[in-house]
């Protein structure tokens, strides 16, 4: 099973339908493609996300983002704003 990674969307080119996510551990930016997106829906600017890595089909020598899916934002009941 391939390792999960957590990162936040940190530039979105929606018209070229590229991505690039800020990798939690490794500080890196991550290249993604809307394909990579599961169900393939394109996410906002600064989006906290779970995603895996793959071969780049592009750049034989890199990694992309696939399978990136946004992280649920906690709902606090009884909490009032």
């Given at each position: ?33 809307v394909s ?46």
């Amino acid at each position: 099973m391939k390792q999960i990674y957590y990162g936040t969307l940190i530039r979105v080119f929606p018209e070229r339908n590229f991505f690039f996510i800020r990798d939690d551990d490794s500080g890196q930016d991550i290249f993604t493609h809307v394909s990579g997106f599961a169900g393939k829906v394109a996410l906002p600017k600064g989006t906290r996300v779970s995603f895996r890595l793959a071969p780049n089909v592009r750049k034989a020598n890199e990694l992309m983002a696939v399978d990136v899916q946004p992280i649920p934002v906690p709902v606090v009941l009884g909490v009032s704003r």
